[in-house]
């Protein structure tokens, strides 16, 4: 194995009675970088998560992580840390208890960092579990994987519950902290457009299969509104990728998703047309309709 890819999954398959969650999924995830997870609800985001982190086990295939094989591999364990979307604490247990219990579990866990993060976010270490706010739930989420510095850090929806202001701050962290302690992250979001800026490579799940995974740059690159006369539309975009058409009035609009090489530019410029960029949270729904096979 590359001594740089961190996660592999080969071939996971999970059904749950007659529905397939992950079908054949491999991917392969490299040391130190900040992996956006996309996908529908129901696309097998949390079953790929709970795989890759042995809460669930795969009807088959395998997950290696570090170069082991990952299935309740005791060495492993602790250098995950994965805060899902819902979390079992006790009820009754307060903030400082749950950060003391969780440093138990990770061997890097930075406790002094973990108080400067409920300070930061306004998270009351004297409250109990039960009297947080979905919000405040998040926010204890957040800081618990943010002080694990455990090398692989999974969060399922971190932010749900919170304002603008407030995601934007777990945003910084997030990129502040990984910057000064470089480790992989993998963020499963429905936050699109807000969050594309802090992934630096994306995967998009569709009905439990990998369909794009891309840098976010290259992403970007590769998207693009074409608009003008039908015809001259269309001319510009044969052989390439239309993942939406649409007609506003006399203009159709196209949007298209490929890597344009020297003769695709020369062919777009002839015709004409007006090119813009497809804003990352639309570039996902076109991907992910259910009439969609996925990119070219």
Excluded at 136 to 157: H, N
Excluded at 263 to 270: E, F, L, T, V
């Amino acid at each position: 194995m590359n001594d740089n890819v961190l996660l592999e999954t080969i071939s996971l398959t999970k059904r749950y009675k007659d529905v397939t969650a992950l079908k054949d999924f491999s991917v392969k995830l490299k040391s130190n970088k900040i992996y956006g997870l996309l996908g529908r609800n129901g696309a097998g985001k949390t079953t790929l998560l709970d795989t890759v982190t042995s809460r669930i086990f795969p009807d088959s295939g395998n997950v290696r992580i570090f170069g082991q094989d990952a299935t309740e591999n005791q060495q492993i364990l602790p250098l995950i840390c994965y805060m899902p979307e819902k979390n079992y604490f006790i009820p009754t247990m307060r903030v400082s208890d749950i950060l003391k219990v969780s440093a138990m579990f990770y061997e890097n866990f930075d406790m002094g960092y973990a108080d400067q993060l409920c300070v930061r976010f306004g998270l009351d270490k004297r409250k109990k579990y039960k009297t947080l706010s979905r919000g405040y739930e998040s926010i204890l989420r957040i800081v618990i994987g943010l002080a694990s510095r455990a090398p692989l850090t999974i969060f399922d929806e971190p932010v749900l519950g919170l304002d603008a202001a407030v995601r934007d701050l777990f945003y910084r962290e997030l990129l502040e902290d990984y910057t000064n302690n470089p480790r992989t992250y993998i963020v499963s979001t429905h936050l699109i457009e807000e969050s594309a800026d802090v992934f630096e490579d994306v995967l998009i799940i569709k009905e439990g299969q990998l369909i794009t995974q891309l840098q976010v740059s290259e992403l970007k690159e590769m998207a693009f509104y074409m608009s003008g006369k039908p015809s001259e539309v269309d001319a510009a975009v044969s052989g390439l990728n239309v993942i939406h058409s649409e007609m506003v009035g006399s203009v159709k609009i196209s949007a298209v998703f490929s890597r344009f090489d020297d003769g695709m530019k020369k062919n777009i410029r002839a015709h004409g047309v007006d090119i813009s960029p497809i804003p990352i949270q639309k570039l996902f729904i076109y991907l992910t309709n259910s009439n969609r096979e996925g990119m070219q």
